[in-house]
């Protein structure tokens, strides 16, 4: 991957996140949790993306 290409997908993992979230406050039971689990996803690949980010950085 290239470094655009890693911005353009966390600036993507960043709105599913965010639009996550705010619907989170809202849902109660498990469309709570839905949201949750979307978070921690996006949480997840963004951690990935973060450190190929460093490594293309690094070399």
Do not use: P, V
């Amino acid at each position: 991957m290239t470094l655009e290409s890693i911005n353009s997908e966390i600036a993507l993992q960043m709105a599913k996140y965010k639009n996550a979230y705010h619907k989170s406050k809202i849902a109660e039971g498990l469309t709570r949790e839905l949201y949750q689990r979307e978070m921690d996803r996006c949480t997840k690949r963004l951690c990935e993306l973060l450190a190929e980010k460093r490594k293309i950085k690094e070399a």
